[in-house]
């Protein structure tokens, strides 16, 4: 140690004042020094460190994929790619490559995608962080994986030559493929050892997947001896079958007969497997396969089956069904003592309603029993020998499926005769209901109304709300239909889904039925003896359209006599595509039901046009459950309304009856439904006690 420093100090303790001045200064000028060598060998820290790093850069990126680990097939499915600079080297020109799965539809349309370097800014800085996400469907049977691939592509200021990351991956299995597809096909087999035997079966398919399946192929391998004769539709090559589109909800049936080609051995088990397959960017990819095996015997009976007189007979709800069952014995021996039982399988049927004249049934129990104390023949059958049995019962009018993929509804009757069981099905048309409502006061909050109550030569607008409910199947190419009096105009329109068209422009121009007031329309259905003017309007019409049944020379009188019953005929086989052919009749009614007033209602506005005369909402498609496990769909409008003063003191028609026609999809039929008229009493508006005009 320095001995002027120690003398110093003894010098600044001896001399207190003097000392204290001294020590401080000192004691600064050392605190100064020790600063200022911490400083020089922190920056000579931070000096070695960046040569150290100059000259060991460390690259190192970390990808890392996250998604779902099991997805329904067809379901739209969202991964995240992060990438990661976890060295302490800028990474210039990143790119970002995503490889969706081999069998999968990314929602961009390409299966290679990338991030450009802009979207990471040019450059992923030490310790930066991005994240990016790609969306993608996968396809392909039940327990396979779809496996994604990601890795970056860059450069660094070391390096101009593009480098590539590790490889990250991640898999997704398909744990559902929401398809249905069925083989009708019974556990047994008819078989007649000495005879070709003819058999025909259905395969039904349905999807469920929320996205339009195309491409589609399906195919079908049959036992050896099983000779395909024909299909419908007809097949593209040998058992196979193209299906160019199939939406959600969407329903297909395919019909085969054929033949089992020489002698069949009894008792041997045949297999038929049906395979559905899609095509992605030119490769087969298999969506669902379902196989069948059946046992072949020889039958001892032949049973068929009839309801209303028609073997595959398309059910409706509420309706009464007729079923006749007819059985023979087609064996060389006879038969003591036999049961007949019928069992209705489905929760469709209102047991309540079971009549059965000769058969047994316990109350709320659903199968019906004969025997020969009814039956002479199930007492002893003959070779040869045909008998019938038969009985009644209705379709629930409002039975509600319980959950959305309860759809393409069927009836089951499951006939078994000694030992011998044979299962018929039916398909079940699906039901819409329209319904109609009229407010001033809008509770729904469409519109905003005014001009209430209504007086003659004011105008007072009202909201009129549509709600369309579909019960069981996907039903397609839906019209909604109202007609509005010529004191009334459309102002505003809206609805859920589809689109609302208005036809028709005012004239005063005189109806093609002289006699028949301009805003008259048909509303109830007429029957033999009826007698009031809507009857008379009918045989105005009648004088026009069907003059050799109704002679101009017969006097209207609004009764519904013979020569009305006869002109009805007539007027049905005129228009006989739009009246009888959508219920399926071959042979005219005779009365006005709601098919023949639809025709009747479009004859009277082609010749009375008016300002919004027609009001049509059109639906490409209704799912079903819309309205009973979803909210229903719903258009409304906002229309204008003139009272005239022969309206005075009176409640006037604001709309006429709305009427819904619909394709469904599952059975082909035309399914239909009606409403009422709306009136300026608006019986849903609470707020209006009287809608008499003023």
Not at 611 to 628: A, D, Q, T, Y
Request: charged share 25%; proline share 5%.
């Amino acid at each position: 140690m320095n001995i002027d420093f120690l003398k110093k100090v003894k010098e600044l303790i001896s001399s207190p004042k003097e000392g204290k001045d001294v020590f401080a200064s000192e004691s600064l000028a050392i605190k100064t020094t020790l600063l200022g060598g911490v400083l020089i060998f922190s920056i000579f820290l931070v000096f070695i460190v960046l040569i150290l790093e100059f000259l060991t850069p460390e690259i190192n990126m970390e990808i890392k994929i996250s998604g779902p680990e099991t997805a329904k097939a067809g379901e739209l499915i969202t991964y995240t790619v992060s990438c990661k600079n976890t060295g302490n080297v800028i990474i210039e020109n990143p790119e970002l490559i995503f490889n969706h799965p081999d069998f999968s539809l990314p929602e961009k349309g390409e299966a290679m995608e990338s991030i450009a370097s802009d979207k990471f800014g040019n450059f992923l800085y030490p310790k930066e962080e991005k994240k990016f996400t790609f969306e993608t469907r996968i396809f392909g049977s039940e327990g396979e994986k779809g496996n994604v691939r990601s890795w970056l592509n860059y450069k660094t200021k070391h390096s101009s030559v593009t480098q590539m990351s590790e490889i990250s991956t991640f898999s997704t299995q398909l744990s559902e493929i929401p398809i249905d597809l069925e083989l009708d096909i019974p556990s047994k087999i008819p078989i007649s050892p000495e005879t070709k035997n003819e058999f025909k079966f259905k395969i039904r398919y349905c999807s469920f997947i929320d996205y339009s399946l195309d491409n589609l192929k399906l195919e079908i391998n049959s036992p050896p001896d099983f000779n395909l004769k024909e299909s419908r539709p007809e097949a593209i090559e040998e058992n196979q079958w193209n299906i160019p589109v199939l939406e959600k909800n969407e329903t297909g049936e395919i019909e085969v007969r054929g033949e089992f080609l020489g002698q069949q051995e009894i008792g041997r088990e045949m297999t038929f497997v049906v395979r559905l397959f899609t095509t992605i960017r030119g490769e087969k990819t298999l969506l669902k396969e379902t196989v069948k095996k059946s046992l072949t015997y020889k039958p001892v009976f032949s049973i068929s089956q009839e309801i209303n007189n028609q073997s595959e007979y398309i059910a409706s709800p509420g309706e009464m069904l007729h079923y006749q069952i007819y059985f023979k014995n087609i064996d060389e021996k006879s038969f003591r003592d036999l049961v007949l039982i019928s069992t209705l399988e489905e929760d469709l049927y209102d047991l309540s309603t079971i009549e059965c004249p000769k058969g047994e049934n316990k109350a709320g129990d659903n199968s019906i029993t004969w025997n020969g104390e009814t039956i002479s023949e199930l007492r002893y059958f003959q070779p040869k020998e045909e008998a019938k049995v038969e009985f009644w019962i209705r379709l629930k009018p409002d039975y509600t499926p319980k959950e959305t993929s309860e759809i393409n509804l069927v009836i089951r009757n499951n006939v078994l005769l000694g030992e011998f069981e044979k299962e018929f099905t039916n398909k079940v048309n699906s039901k819409i209901e329209i319904q109609q409502e009229g407010y001033y006061k809008d509770k729904y909050g469409f519109f905003e109304n005014i001009g209430f109550p209504p007086e003659v030569n004011k105008t007072t607008t009202y909201t009129i709300v549509w709600k369309i409910k579909n019960y069981y199947s996907l039903v397609k190419d839906v019209a909604i239909k109202a007609f509005l009096p010529v004191q009334a105009n459309i102002k505003s329109t809206h609805c859920s889904q589809g689109k609302i068209n208005i036809k028709g422009e005012f004239s005063a121009r005189e109806s093609v039925y002289p006699g028949i007031p301009a805003d008259f329309s048909f509303e109830n259905n007429l029957t033999y003896k009826t007698q009031s003017y809507e009857v008379k309007y009918l045989q105005i019409i009648f004088k026009k359209e069907v003059p050799d049944a109704f002679d101009k020379d017969v006097p209207t009188t609004g009764y519904f006599g013979r020569i009305t019953l006869n002109s009805i005929m007539e007027f049905q086989k005129k228009y006989e595509k739009e009246i009888l052919a959508p219920q399926n009749f071959k042979e005219p009614t005779g009365y006005v039901d709601k098919f023949t007033r639809l025709k009747l209602n479009e004859l009277l506005t082609q010749g009375i046009p008016a300002i919004s005369k027609e009001i049509i909402w059109e639906i490409e498609k209704i799912e079903p459950g819309s309205g009973i496990l979803s909210d229903p769909l719903t258009a409304a409008f906002q229309i204008s309304f003139t009272p005239t003063l022969s309206q005075k003191e009176k409640v006037a028609q604001l709309i006429s009856g709305v009427s819904a026609l619909g394709q469904d999809q599952w059975t082909g039929e035309t399914i239909s439904a009606e409403d009422e008229s709306i009136d300026t009493s608006l019986p849903d508006d609470p707020s209006v006690k009287e809608g008499k005009i003023q």
